[in-house]
């Protein structure tokens, strides 16, 4: 006996098995425009794809595959995409925190209450495992050089200082930050198509300081703490945002990020945006 299946029961069912996404002619799920590395222990991921699902996603009708596994990092998931976008770290734990739970925001906003175990829980060495491989940095590197748009922000400068071909692409390395604070980020260059229409904003972040290593002239943010606080012997200011031609490809850097509340300052979500069209030459 044969059985009519409408495509409501189809979809419903695909619903129901989470394999939503574009499909194509041969059935196979398609790769969406952007591959978006994001979250580490001290970045939630969630916050990060609500931030850049709106401002990028929504807002601009990008469409995006975000993923926390850095393991994805590579040439078969880069191959085909237009972007490259990376909000983390370069660390993991696979060790545990060694008994620190202060980046849990649960923990902290419950005032960090004495924790109890029974049985006890084995120690933990709290040591950091710095993820990237040769394979991933020369991945990144040729999917820039042979014409990729590259998006990093916030935090990658600590990926930088553990793969060469990772830090010529970025162009700079960490060189830390102070705790959260307010700051403002100004345009330094109003003349290019990321900063067109961008005016001074003021968010409370952290304000990443690096060690910037590309021609002065492709910088594009300043951030400046206006109080005059100051990190390290490195003042009170630092380079928050640069763009350049790399090979046949684009890479921009954003410092901002570390909250939602600044992925969604309106004047920086213009600037996301700007980067994004720029980085695919839309712009």
């Known amino acids: 006996m044969s059985m009519k299946i409408s495509r409501r029961q ?19 799920a398609q790769k969406a425009t952007a591959f978006a590395l994001i979250g580490d222990r001290y970045h939630n ?20 595959d975000f993923c ?59 040591k950091p495992l710095y993820w990237i491989t040769a394979e991933q940095g020369r991945a990144v590197k040729e999917f820039a050089a042979g014409g990729g748009g590259v ?19 970025l162009g700079a390395v960490t060189e830390g930050h102070p705790p959260i604070r307010t700051f403002k980020v100004k345009v330094t260059n109003h003349g ?8 001074d904003f003021v968010v409370t972040d952290e304000q990443h300081y690096m060690q910037y290593q590309k021609d002065p002239k492709h910088l594009l943010l300043e951030s400046v703490n206006e109080e005059g606080k100051t990190y390290k012997e490195l ?15 684009r890479v921009c850097y954003l410092a901002p990020g570390h909250l939602l ?19 695919m030459r839309e712009i």
């Open 68 to 126: 926390d596994e850095v393991k994805m990092l590579g040439n078969e998931q880069l191959a085909g995409r237009r972007l490259l976008i990376i909000l983390r770290d370069g660390m993991l734990w696979p060790g545990g925190y060694g008994g620190q739970e202060s980046s849990n925001a649960g923990y902290v906003a419950t005032g960090r209450p004495k924790i109890v175990s029974e049985p006890a829980v084995p120690p933990s060495d709290g």
């Open 151 to 169: 998006l990093f922000m916030h935090n990658v400068t600590y990926i930088s200082p553990h793969n060469d071909d990772f830090r010529d692409v």
């Open 10 to 28: 189809v979809l419903r069912g695909m619903g129901a098995l989470g394999v939503w996404g574009a499909v194509g002619r041969a059935g196979a």
């Open 192 to 199: 290019h198509p990321i900063t067109r229409g961008v005016q």
């Open 45 to 64: 991921s969630d916050y990060i794809r609500v931030g850049l699902g709106k401002t990028l996603g929504k807002d601009l009708g990008l469409s995006i």
């Open 235 to 249: 003042g009170a200011s630092a380079q928050a945002g640069w763009a350049y031609d790399y090979g046949k490809g």
């Open 261 to 279: 509340t600044v992925l969604w300052n309106p004047e920086y979500e213009k600037l996301q945006r700007n980067a994004v069209r720029w980085l």
